[in-house]
């Protein structure tokens, strides 16, 4: 039985689930102070764009896993 796929389908997914969750909150906690203090405004978006981006790169890895696991032959 090939079970490539099924572990591709669960690395991408369950590698997205942090990044997901900590992107969500990231952008949360970010409005949340821009509302606080409009006036660091620019300061907040930097970090939280910055903090998004190394977040999601967990993702990628999880997605180039699964692009591997896909295409490797069994063994």
Avoid: W
Wanted: net charge negative.
């Amino acid at each position: 039985m090939d079970l490539q796929p099924l572990a591709a389908g669960l690395a991408i997914g369950l590698g997205a689930i942090g990044p997901g969750l900590g992107i969500g909150i990231a952008v949360s906690k970010a409005m949340e102070a821009i509302g606080r203090n409009p006036d660091a405004t620019g300061e907040i978006r930097s970090a939280m764009i910055l903090g998004a981006a190394l977040a999601e790169a967990v993702a990628i890895y999880a997605l180039l896993i699964a692009i591997i696991l896909v295409f490797i032959k069994a063994a």
